[in-house]
């Protein structure tokens, strides 16, 4: 019995001793069952592909409205719960707010089978907003999100009266630049073997400058939480598709088309780039040059307005709001009324 009760006491030491992330780690459904959204979640359900999809979304109105909706679009590894920050800022300056998760991610459905690409995904956005009876959006996208953004103004150009990106991927073709291509299977065992600490150490280093705070601690569980769970295969599957389709078509090659004013927001410590751990130093070294990268696009896009945050990496909403928020909503305020009607 005393041996019993030692093992016991020396267990819960060793738990006490660990990091506060290490404590806890949920455990989730295959669409983020469990994980608790900052505002009511809602499901559009439509059929995509013969396949009948649930795609999942925020709608938060402002108690004074402006007259404007903004849609907010989330990166790879993040969903719509990310913008938590951003929904607050932009409601209470009269926006309304549409933030889905993307199929495939978050809390939407990740069927067996899907052809992924970002047309399709802009197809699936823009039948969500019809539904609300949505004609004319400002988008806000971040890192693949951002991909999407683009994707979807080149499609609905009448339907988007204003384009703001945040740190943007795709603005390089990592292929042609010389990143090795792997298959659909090679991207799916490499999901398989995602780990909270593995997507920390990633964040941290790439997102957030090195930095780390506790704050995007449950950012890094809401994802780990899936792949604890009991549609961890399904979940490693639909991001393998994901990360095929994102490392397969850039937007680079199509930013002069563009025609709506765009803001670019650009944290200058960003060194995002898909599959660069895949690539020879050399080539590596090349790649997810933010700075270059920023000012490339804004010499592309022909109503582009460069704001550049020196300090922070690729979630620059996340690593610091209030600047952040500070420039989105100077610059979604230029832009003319005659571009909203």
């Known amino acids: 019995m005393k041996l019993k009760l030692l093992t016991i006491a020396l267990c819960l030491y060793a738990a006490a001793s660990l990091p506060a992330f290490a404590q806890d780690a949920p455990v989730y459904g295959g669409e983020l069952q469990g994980f608790n959204y900052p505002a009511p979640v809602q499901q559009f359900g439509f059929t995509s592909q013969g396949v009948p999809l649930r795609m999942a979304y925020m709608d938060v109105k402002p108690a004074t409205p402006n007259g404007r909706t903004v849609v907010l679009l989330h990166g790879k590894n993040f969903c719509a719960a990310t913008w938590e920050g951003s929904i607050k800022a932009l409601t209470a300056a009269g926006y309304r707010v549409i933030a889905p998760d993307q199929i495939g991610f978050c809390k939407s459905s990740k069927?067996?089978?899907?052809?992924?690409?970002?047309?399709?995904?802009?197809?699936?956005?823009h039948a969500l907003l019809a539904s609300l009876g949505i004609d004319r959006v400002t988008l806000l996208g971040h890192s693949t999100g951002g991909m999407l953004a683009i994707r979807y103004a080149l499609m609905y150009p009448d339907g988007v009266e204003q384009l703001a990106l945040a740190n943007p991927i795709g603005l390089e073709d990592w292929k042609a630049k010389g990143v090795p291509t792997i298959t659909v299977d090679q991207w799916y065992a490499r999901e398989l073997k995602t780990s909270a600490e593995g997507i920390r150490n990633y964040e941290q280093n790439t997102y957030y400058a090195g930095q780390w705070r506790a704050a995007y601690e449950p950012w890094v569980q809401m994802l780990a939480g899936m792949y604890r769970g009991p549609d961890r295969e399904r979940v490693a599957w639909n991001s393998a598709l994901l990360y095929d389709m994102i490392y397969t078509q850039p937007v680079v090659y199509e930013l002069e088309q563009l025609r709506m004013p765009t803001l670019l927001l650009i944290g200058q410590k960003d060194t995002t780039a898909i599959g660069k751990d895949l690539a020879a130093p050399a080539i590596r070294a090349t790649l997810g040059r933010y700075p270059e990268l920023g000012k490339a696009a804004a010499r592309q896009i022909p109503h582009a307005t460069l704001v550049e945050f020196a300090d922070l990496g690729h979630a620059p909403q996340m690593?610091?709001?209030?600047?952040?928020?500070?420039?989105?909503?100077?610059?979604?305020?230029?832009?003319p009324a005659a571009a909203t009607r």
């Not at 052809?115 to 956005?125: G, I, K, M, V």
């Not at 690593?319 to 832009?335: I, V, Y």
């Open 319 to 335: 690593q610091d709001p209030e600047a952040f928020h500070k420039a989105l909503l100077a610059g979604l305020a230029a832009l």
């Open 111 to 125: 069927p067996e089978h899907y052809q992924y690409s970002f047309q399709q995904l802009a197809n699936n956005t």
